[in-house]
């Protein structure tokens, strides 16, 4: 008896099927094929998709006067800055921060602290956008440094050295003692996974990881979610901002993905929302 196995999915309104040879009996790795055709799909929908999105995306840049390019850039800087500090529990809204970033305005009865770290934040990133620095592991915690030196000094770009707990959580992230391996681990994989995933699951999949760890006592999803945006950025990528609107599906995949021990929820919950988020570079032309 010959053992396929199969799996039916549906792509732009038609339904699809794509199927591997296992033998003539169940092989023991089965979990492993089944990931590896569910990414074999992956390859022929999303990340074409995806490189068609890249496509669009560069050759705007090349078209477009160089205003609206730092006009657009420093808008997603503002909404970027204003979703993912929002996310973690800032008070300031989207005019808040556009206020403060784009005319220098405190915004009244709004903690000192969120307004520093929505400045911090801006800073930054927009200085990575103009001067690109590689993600490593010293980079990213003087990146967590920059953030957080004037609000949380006591915990800026240090590994934590005691437990924490995700709020609402069922996760529980790796005890002190295993952070800096895993960190280290999580930084080796990375040097090899470039040469290997495609740079929006390269992206989705460090964040994941980054997320799971936990390795900073506060700031974390702000810091993985700078991290995946300059990986897509140095790959010539749109960047993604998640919308404080759409955090329950994005902590949910989150959520489900550190449960299981396995990317897959979080990557469908991300390649989709970042194909809608950029369907406009496939129809610009």
Known sequence: MYRYLEQSYRWKGRLRKRRIYLGTKLPPDLKERTTFLERAIWQS????????????????????????????????????????????????????????????FTARNRPLHDQVETQRHARLLTRLLTNPERLTLTNLRRWHEELFSETKPDLAGKIRDFGVRIGRSKHQPPPASEVGAKMDHLFYWLREARDTLHPVELAAEFHYRFENIHPFGDGNGRVGRLAMNLLLAESGFPMLNIEYTRRSGYYNALEASSLREDSRPFL??????????????????
Do not use: C, M
């Open 45 to 104: 929908t999303w990340f074409e998709e995806f490189d068609r999105i890249r496509a669009g995306y560069q050759r705007r840049l090349r078209t477009i006067p160089r205003s609206v390019s730092r006009k657009e850039q420093s808008e997603f800087v503002v909404e970027f800055t204003y979703d993912t500090n929002r996310i973690e529990g800032s008070t300031l809204t989207l005019e808040d921060t556009r206020l403060l970033l784009d005319r220098g």
């Open 268 to 285: 469908r919950f991300f390649f989709l929302r970042y194909a809608r988020a950029h369907s406009f570079f496939l129809k610009d032309r």
